[in-house]
Every structure is written in C-alpha cells, then in structure tokens.
C-alpha cells in the first residue's frame, strides 16, 4: 500500500501517526517536562512583579481586582503596587518548601489576588470541606472544623466557594505535575547558607497534610480525590482559560488541566493506566509567544510608594487622621525620595512635625499624609507628589471629605485606666464600659488618634456571663441614626476575635442586632459601616464575643442623624487603607454598593 493510502486508513481509524501516548508514571514527567515556566516575574508589587501580572490576569472591566476570596470590591493601582487590604495567596503554600523563592513560589498559576482577612484567617490550614461551626466565614472563605482529607480526622480546615473550587482544584493538579520533582530540592544556585542545607520539599507538618513526596502521584489519596470531585462539579469556564491565556504571555507555559480537564482523570482518575496523548499538550502552546530573558535585575532600579490613592474624612476646621506611607527603592543613588503636597494636604516624617514637603533619607523610610483643615464642608481633592533619582515620579491622588458629623467619639476626653466596669463621659456620649479601658499603645492598639478603647473577652462561670465586656451608650443620641461607623481592629497578635454590634431604642431596655458575628483582622484599625435608618433616640453597643484575652480596639464610632430611607445597610465610602465590611438585616456579610467619595484609579467616584 502506498504511503498515503496508509496515512488516510489511519487516520478513518482515528490514529494520528504524531500521536505520543504515555500512561502513568511516566505521564506525570511528560506533563513536567512540557509545563514548567519559561520564566516568572519578580515577587510583589510594581511593574515586572507578580501585581503586575494579575493586573492583567485577575482585572475585571473598569479595573476591579478579581478576588475569589470575598466579595470586597478593590481597584488596582495606576503603577502595579500592591493593592491595599490584598495579598498574594499561594495555593501550595510557600511555607512547604521553607519560603524559597523558587519558580513555584512566583508560578502566577499557584499565585491569586486575595483578601488579607480570609488569607490570614486561612492560614496554613489544610483544604477541605468544613462540616461544623465556622470559625470564619465571609460569604466566600470559610474556615471551620471539617473532615481533613489526609487522614480523615476533624481538623481546622478551609473551604473556597462552590464556583472556585474547580479553579483551585487544576491549580492543584498543575502544581502536583509540574512540580513533582520537588520532593528533593536541590540547594538554589549560589546558596550557601544553613538554611538550604538538606533542603527538602513537602517536610513541614502542613505540606505531609497535603502532600506524599514518596508516591508518584504527588498528592495524597483523600486530597486528589476531593479535587476530582471539585473539578467535576465546577468545569472550566471562560474566565479559567482566559487567565490561562494571560499566563502564557507572560510566563511561556500553560496549565494543561484548563486545557484538557479530562487529564487528571488520567493522572489520579478513573482512566489512570490508560495511555493520554501528550501531543496535544505541545500542539495547544501559542507559537505567537516569544519570552524575552529578564533583565540583570541587580541594575533596575525600582521606586514605589503605597498607597497611591487615600480618601480622608474630617470636621470643619480639623485636620484628619493621618495616613502612613510605604516606600521601596532598588538602586536608587542617593536612596530617598522628595514628597511635596499641595494645600490643603500636609506631609509629615514622624506624624507630628507637619509641612508641605519632606525629604525621606533612605531606601525604606516612609511619611505620613493627612488634610490640614478646612472652616467649610465639601470635598477638597490633591496630590502628593513623590519625586527620587533616576526613577519616574510617583503621584498619590487624596480627597477629603470635610463635613458636620452630629456623632463622632473618638475617646480622646475622658480616661480610665482598668477594666474594671465603669460609666464614662467621652466627648459625644457616656459610655458603661464593661471589661473595657481607654488605651494608646501604638504598636499594639492602634488607636486612630490618640486613643481608643481595649476590650477583654468577657468572663463566664458555669455557662452564665458574670462579666459582660462591651461598650455601650448610657445616654441618647437624638435625631435618629442614618448611618452607623466605627473603626476595629484585634489587640496585638491576638487572632480570632470577634464582636457584635446592636442598638436600642428604649433607653437600654432591649437590643436589637445590627451585627451578631463580625471578625476582626489584625494590624491597621478597619473602617466598619452600616445604614441603620433608625428615628427616635438610639443608643450603641458593641461586645466582645470572645472569653478571656482575645481583645478588640474600638475607636471613631460616628453616627449620621437620620434622613429618611429604609433599613439596609451597605458599604460606605472606604478609604483606600481600610476595609469597609458591610452587612444585610440578619447580619450576614453581603457585597453591597460603594456609597460616598471614592477615590479608584486616581479619579474620584461619587457613588449613587
């Protein structure tokens, strides 16, 4: 028979002579060999680093941050500089291969923009289903008690919502095969210290929950099958293969499970044994993408200040809280940078000395920014801007609404100095506090002033409450309540804290929820916020949720008189530091509208 003539029989009998098929084990080394990076970026914000990839990776239209960890609603940057409230979450954890900036630590297919509440709150908890109580839920993450996939005991674990655990399932099964032979990392070149001798992938106690570095397949039996079955119930949609897309361009490879989903069926699945054509992985590549080599990076210089957007809000004729900067350079010669600012904005090196320019003196060293008054209301929009050696100049846009707040305690009159329960004259309300205190401590605290209010976990005996810990009004507010704020954050290290937020409007009488669970971060204090629309005299509450030393700082409760309207509440105007939360009438969060002045992109957005 002629050449061709067996060609065409071939292929009526669906066999292509360029066909490459390979079957277990052997697979899951094709699947290495043909997916690795052709390079990554550098780790972080600004151009040529990991923001710079999701911003072309994870940006919706108009420029929000895709985040498959909450439902916030964020805006990335105009220079790529990390996004304020966000982190960059790995899928594997980086702590399982001891934080070595390795191409898996930089791969953008294990690398997602994430909310730093849920990434904190998830931690290094294995993946799984959560079954009881949750320790941690935000409409979207979950973190709880639940069956751990490793060996079937009740564990803490953390769960994604139902339309990503697809996603997050072929980032696992790409991690697994393109990294499969990390179960013995050699020490990265040039390195010679103690802490890459002996260097092993997969040895912490939280990779062996998740990993087998001595199977072939990687990834241990319960877990690889929760990811099928994640895989199956979500399937590849348009916004997976676009992001694989993105990658392509910028990192030379793909993940061949977007591509092929079926495939892991033939690595962990049913049709594993069974021969997979790897052909079809080569023939998908773009041949339209060309990686260039990276630049020497010890000679780029690089220049960043975050944020670059601040939104501000203050009394007539006060000046507002300040907002500290951050500043990196990299091979700037003289380090530090030149920031001015226009009037009615104000720069400062130590928060307390202020002026209209200042001069940072070395490569690290941030400042503050804050509105110096103004005897009118309105909105008062600038710029800051931030000049260094060699680099390209860096602008931070500011608005500032100046406006009457009838209500606005922030705890700077009035002391008490033990938790012992006592009622309080502050400079907008008496206050009971109750396992609470005023505190200043600025490392831990945090407070937005001077000070703030501390409160301890309340303490029990036999089940009943002997001490409450709150904060709460003993004397009304009049004119009703439009909308209700407060600044929170969790006391120093402590993690878990939680409040509840209600009202009264009888005197104390009864309480009604406002916000039965709400978790706290730690770090910066975060900007809560929730339309009551409540007439009559109201009086406030928040309590600690937690027993013993898991402590809440509370500080700028304002509140809005009422203006009409119904009872929902939704997100106020956030400030580009802060996290606002927002909450529907049974308290759970909700995604909610952005209300008020709002600075995205450098342009100001009035919200309907």
């Known amino acids: 028979m002629k050449r061709n003539g067996l060609l065409l029989v071939l292929l009526s009998l669906g066999i292509s002579l360029f066909a490459q098929n390979v079957r277990m084990p052997a697979l899951i080394d094709s699947i290495h060999n043909l997916s690795m990076p052709i390079k990554v970026l550098g780790y972080g914000g600004g151009n040529g680093?990991?923001?710079?990839?999701?911003?072309?990776t994870d940006r919706l239209e108009n420029g929000p941050v895709r985040d498959r960890y909450s439902n916030m609603v964020r805006f990335f940057t105009p220079n790529n500089d990390a996004v304020d409230g966000m982190n960059i979450e790995h899928i594997w954890?980086?702590?399982?291969?001891?934080?070595?900036?390795?191409?898996?630590?930089?791969?953008?297919?294990?690398?997602y923009p994430s909310d730093a509440i849920a990434n904190q709150r998830k931690s290094n908890n294995p993946i799984g289903v959560v079954t009881a109580s949750d320790a941690f839920d935000n409409g979207v993450v979950k973190v709880g008690k639940g069956v751990d996939p490793c060996d079937g005991t009740t564990q803490t674990v953390w769960e994604p919502a139902d339309q990503w655990k697809g996603d997050f399932a072929r980032t696992y099964f790409y991690m697994a095969s393109v990294y499969s032979n990390f179960g013995n990392l050699e020490v990265p070149a040039g390195k010679t210290g103690d802490e890459y001798k002996g260097l092993e992938l997969w040895t912490t106690a939280e990779g062996l929950r998740t990993v087998d570095p001595d199977s072939r397949l990687v990834m241990r039996e319960g877990v690889y099958k929760l990811m099928l079955e994640w895989a199956k119930n979500d399937p590849v949609d348009q916004i997976e293969i676009s992001r694989a897309d993105e990658i392509e361009w910028i990192q030379g490879n793909r993940n061949p499970y977007v591509d092929f989903p079926e495939l892991a069926e033939y690595v962990w699945g049913e049709k594993s044994g069974r021969d997979f054509d790897i052909q079809q992985i080569k023939d998908k590549k773009n041949p339209d993408v060309v990686i260039e080599p990276d630049p020497d990076p010890s000679e780029t210089v690089k220049f960043s200040v975050s944020p670059l957007?601040?939104?501000?809000?203050?009394?007539?004729?006060?000046?507002?809280?300040?907002?500290?900067?951050?500043?990196?350079?990299?091979?700037?010669?003289?380090?530090?940078?030149?920031?001015?600012?226009?009037?009615?904005?104000?720069?400062?090196?130590?928060?307390?000395?202020?002026?209209?320019?200042?001069?940072?003196?070395?490569?690290?060293?941030?400042?503050?920014?804050?509105?110096?008054?103004?005897?009118?209301?309105?909105?008062?929009?600038?710029?800051?801007?931030?000049?260094?050696?060699?680099?390209?100049?860096?602008?931070?846009?500011?608005?500032?609404?100046?406006?009457?707040?009838?209500?606005?305690?922030?705890?700077?009159?009035g002391s008490k100095s033990s938790y012992a329960a006592a009622d309080v004259t502050a400079n907008a309300a008496t206050w009971n506090l109750?396992?609470?205190?005023?505190?200043?401590?600025?490392?831990?605290?945090?407070?937005?002033?001077?000070?703030?209010?501390?409160?301890?976990?309340?303490?029990?005996?036999?089940?009943?409450?002997?001490?409450?810990?709150?904060?709460?009004?003993?004397?009304?507010?009049?004119?009703?309540?439009?909308?209700?704020?407060?600044?929170?954050?969790?006391?120093?290290?402590?993690?878990?804290?939680?409040?509840?937020?209600?009202?009264?409007?009888?005197?104390?009488?009864?309480?009604?929820?406002?916000?039965?669970?709400?978790?706290?971060?730690?770090?910066d204090m975060v900007r809560y916020s929730y339309n009551l629309n409540q007439t009559g005299k109201v009086r406030i509450k928040i309590e600690n949720l937690n027993v013993g030393n898991k402590r809440a700082c509370i500080d700028d409760i304002q509140m809005t008189d009422y203006s009409g309207g119904t009872a929902v509440r939704d997100i106020n105007a956030g400030q580009d530091d802060e996290r606002s939360q927002s909450w529907d009438l049974s308290g759970r969060r909700s995604a909610g509208a952005a209300r008020g002045v709002v600075i995205r992109n450098g342009r100001k957005v009035v919200g309907k």
Not at 49 to 56: L, M
Not at 389 to 407: H, K, W
């Open 309 to 413: 957007s601040m939104v501000f809000t203050a009394l007539p004729g006060h000046p507002s809280n300040a907002v500290k900067t951050t500043v990196y350079m990299q091979n700037v010669v003289p380090a530090g940078c030149t920031a001015q600012a226009e009037f009615p904005y104000q720069v400062s090196l130590d928060g307390e000395a202020w002026s209209d320019e200042v001069t940072t003196s070395n490569a690290t060293q941030g400042f503050y920014v804050r509105f110096a008054g103004a005897g009118t209301t309105g909105v008062y929009e600038g710029e800051i801007v931030c000049n260094a050696e060699g680099a390209d100049s860096r602008v931070l846009t500011v608005v500032c609404n100046v406006s009457e707040v009838p209500f606005w305690e922030n705890f700077e009159i």
């Open 49 to 56: 680093k990991t923001w710079s990839g999701f911003n072309k």
């Open 93 to 111: 954890a980086n702590s399982w291969w001891g934080h070595v900036q390795n191409f898996a630590y930089k791969d953008l297919f294990n690398l």
């Open 434 to 523: 109750s396992n609470a205190m005023y505190a200043s401590d600025v490392e831990k605290d945090r407070p937005r002033d001077g000070k703030c209010v501390r409160m301890k976990g309340y303490v029990a005996s036999g089940g009943v409450v002997t001490t409450p810990a709150h904060i709460m009004m003993v004397s009304d507010k009049e004119n009703g309540v439009g909308e209700l704020s407060f600044w929170a954050t969790s006391y120093g290290t402590d993690t878990g804290v939680k409040i509840k937020v209600t009202y009264s409007l009888d005197g104390g009488q009864t309480w009604l929820n406002v916000a039965e669970s709400v978790s706290l971060g730690s770090g």
